[in-house]
């Protein structure tokens, strides 16, 4: 998990696993799909919050919400080290 995510945990309720599978939780799921958006991005690919969240889509408004904020943290990050030039 990247630190610009780490700020951004909160608790997650358990997802239901078949019997003798170790469960993951929802906390769990939006940080890899986190990740995900954060590496595609990196390598210059915008993934929308839908693609992302395809196979989970109850955790598509939080992820979507949290990209939000990311995205504002980015800008708020950049603004300061344009000021400091």
Known sequence: ???RAAGLR???SATPQPQGKA???D???LESLLDRWQQQREEGRELP???LAKFCPRLATEL???IEVLCRLEQLAEGSKNEQV
Do not use: F, K, P, Q
């Open 1 to 3: 998990m990247s630190a």
């Open 10 to 12: 909160s608790l997650g």
């Open 23 to 25: 469960t993951v939780t």
């Open 27 to 29: 906390e769990e799921l």
């Open 49 to 51: 919050v839908a693609e």
């Open 64 to 66: 979507g919400r949290r």
